[in-house]
């Protein structure tokens, strides 16, 4: 009888306690964030919100909102810059890269510069090689369900998106030619272009093709595009 009793008192304190407690912290679940730009906000901005701040409002009495963004501060110091992911816990693979030795310079027969850059994949590594800045005249960017497709599937995708863009844009038209035009019509990718894997993952750019050929390089097919056997 007397545990019943002490039970009942325990009870009533607890829900009394849980009264002046915000909402937002009895809602809170773990997440896991999977993009650095989302893990780089202030962890406050992550989980506030209008319920929030009203429910501090409640427990600490009408506030400004410069008092509110004070107070949050003085809750979350830490936090103001704090990554959430480790980004030990993720380190920075670096690969050998075809002509990685111009890092910072160009290439000596074509002029195209190289630059080192740090790229994530879809399964959140990340890498760091070197790769070629060509000049692109067009860029697409691929649905991830094609990053593994055939040359042939991501090239006959990214003519027709040229095309529906030469067709709204008639300033993009004029950097071709007629014979070009046609081809493009078709459905074709134009005479003295090719479609060049970028290291960005699901991007592929209309490049001037002899440039590309003789501009050595380790391109995006065999960083996020599954590799020669893929082609």
């Given amino acids: 009888m007397i545990e019943v ?25 773990a997440t896991e964030v999977l993009n650095y730009a989302e893990a780089d906000k202030p962890l406050y901005e992550q989980e506030m919100s209008k319920k929030d701040i009203i429910d501090l409002n ?23 810059r704090h990554t959430v992911i480790d980004e030990a816990h993720f380190p920075i693979a670096r690969i050998e890269t075809i002509n990685d030795h111009l890092e910072g310079t160009v290439h000596p027969e074509t002029g195209v510069p190289f630059e080192a850059k740090v790229i994530e ?22 649905p991830e369900n094609m990053y593994l497709d055939t040359d042939y599937r991501q090239f006959s995708y990214a003519n027709q998106q040229l095309k529906e863009a030469i067709q709204q ?30 290291e960005e993952v699901g991007k592929l750019q209309l490049v001037d093709e002899r440039i590309h050929a003789l501009t050595g390089h380790t391109g995006g097919r065999n960083i996020w595009g599954g590799g020669s056997p893929h082609r």
């Fill in 5 to 29: 009793f002490v039970a009942e008192i325990a009870k009533k304190e607890i829900g009394s306690l849980l009264k002046d407690i915000p909402t937002f912290v009895k809602d809170l679940n």
């Fill in 58 to 80: 409640r427990i600490n009495g009408d506030l400004s909102e410069v008092q509110v963004d004070k107070q949050l501060q003085e809750l979350y110091p830490e936090r103001q």
């Fill in 121 to 142: 994949l879809t399964d959140g590594t990340r890498i760091e090689g070197v790769f070629p800045q060509f000049d692109p005249t067009f860029d697409v960017q691929l």
């Fill in 169 to 198: 844009n008639p300033e993009l038209a004029k950097r071709f030619n007629a014979l070009q035009l046609e081809q493009i019509e078709e459905g074709e990718t134009p005479d003295g272009f090719t479609w060049h894997h970028s």
